[in-house]
């Protein structure tokens, strides 16, 4: 060792944690050496299977979150784990200058299933927030300088996707964002005509299903309007299915329900999807729907290291065969129509069941929605609250009609102690950690 040459301190020894060894305070740990955007964590998760999870100390959970609509195939499927021990075996990451056979198949099974025009184009990422990063500089392509995106929206947390998300808690702390992006009220088909008539602006952006709004269906009626508007003066319409893609609402895609109403499909002109495609594996990626809309990203516009390699492509794949072969639409559709039904009437503080399939909103008339997700934890189920006044359940496509049964009977009783307990959550509060 040379004078100058620093010594490397002694790494700590690997951590025991394992499913069958538990943590060691990791809690504190955790706050200790991470980055607290995400607070303190409520418990240490070790092993997950189907749609139960088991804390480190043995106890366990039914997971109605899902990963916040990540977890498409539940935990630990098969499918998605022995993919992931042939793929890594094979190959597992080639950088973009190659093409693998996992990512070109998912690309053409994704155009298949949008059932996207002769010239199409998928462009991957890790995230769905890159996702609309990518969309993002897709509109900007157009040379026109403005964006719409609609009040409430979320769009993700990276700084292009953050100036399309509406949250003034989110964005503050941020600013300036990306400019020309402007925000019009859901379903007011005015105000977007008002704003699309200067012809400035490149895109309008939409979640089908609102889920930071507290799980809100956009208007059928409002996205047909928008898709002819928008159309008419030469804006892109760009759905984002981040949440509601891949299944989700018992349809591949949650537009494409739009279709099958009696009423007029929409065909969108850009689609970006992420959370349920890898169904827990990281990957994202923009479907540019059409050739026009596809050359507008031209060669080094844009990349990504990561984005759909080998492995997340596989594992994508994985997915997507699973969700057809098990019949997982059709499941998605069954369970969810099982929690209206259940929870209808159930508890008179619950108002509405919003939402579609296996994407539910349980709508509160009074602010206890935060109190009800802890006490739910303790009681061993986990969801959460987009607002105060919102319980999101989002499960596993796989969950079981007993697992949903018990799940929704034991949501009267806990709505019941969050009430007694007279301390709901103040009107505004919302958590910062949902998305």
């Known amino acids: 060792m040379s004078e100058n040459t620093t010594p490397i301190p002694d790494m700590p020894a690997p951590d025991t944690l394992t499913p069958d060894a538990p943590a060691q305070d990791l809690p504190g740990r955790y706050v200790e050496a991470m980055i607290p955007v995400f607070g303190t964590p409520q418990r240490v998760l070790v092993r997950g299977e189907g749609s139960r999870v088991w804390d480190d100390a043995g106890r366990e959970y039914l997971d109605l979150l899902g990963g916040i609509a990540v977890n498409t195939l539940g935990h630990a499927h098969p499918a998605i784990v022995g993919t992931l021990t042939t793929q890594a075996t094979t190959l597992m990451h080639a950088s973009n200058f190659f093409a693998t056979p996992p990512q070109v198949e998912l690309a053409e099974t994704l155009l298949q299933l949008v059932a996207a025009p002769a010239g199409s184009g998928v462009f991957f990422a890790n995230s769905g927030a890159e996702a609309n990063e990518a969309a993002f500089k897709l509109a900007r392509r157009t040379g026109r300088p403005r964006i719409l995106a609609l009040e409430d929206a979320f769009h993700g947390r990276t700084v292009g996707a953050l100036g399309l998300t509406h949250k003034a808690a989110y964005r503050e702390p941020f600013a300036p964002l990306a400019p020309g992006v402007s925000w019009v009220r859901p379903g007011d088909l005015a105000q977007l005509e008002q704003e699309l008539a200067g012809g400035d602006v490149a895109a309008l952006i939409v979640e089908p299903i609102q889920g930071e709004a507290g799980v809100v269906p956009v208007d059928p009626d409002y996205l047909r309007a928008a898709r002819h508007l928008t159309r008419d003066h030469g804006t892109l319409l760009i759905l984002d299915e981040v ?97 209206v039904q259940e929870l209808r009437g159930a508890h008179p503080v619950i108002t509405a069941i919003t939402g579609a399939g296996l994407l539910r909103g349980v709508q509160l008339s009074a602010p206890v929605a935060p109190r009800v997700v802890e006490l739910a934890l303790e009681a061993g189920l986990i969801l959460n609250a987009p607002r105060p006044t919102t319980l999101r359940l989002a499960p596993a496509l796989t969950i079981t009609e007993a697992e949903i049964q018990r799940a929704v009977s034991a949501l009267p009783g806990l709505i019941d102690r969050a009430l007694a307990e007279q301390q709901p959550a103040t009107a505004g509060a919302t958590d910062e950690r949902s998305h």
């Not at 349920?276 to 031209?298: D, N, R, T, W, Y």
Request: proline fraction near 2%; charged fraction near 15%.
């Open 243 to 339: 949440q509601t893609g891949i299944g989700r609402t018992g349809e591949w895609f949650a537009h494409q329900a739009l279709g099958r109403d009696g009423g007029e499909a929409v065909v969108p002109d850009a689609v970006t999807v992420a959370k349920g495609l890898g169904g827990g594996f990281p990957i994202g990626a923009l479907i540019a729907l059409g050739s026009e809309v596809k050359g507008l990203l031209q060669q080094g516009q844009h990349g990504t290291t990561f984005g759909g390699n080998a492995l997340a492509a596989a594992v994508a794949l994985a997915v997507l065969h699973t969700v057809r072969e098990e019949g997982l639409l059709q499941a998605a559709t069954e369970r969810g129509a099982q929690i």
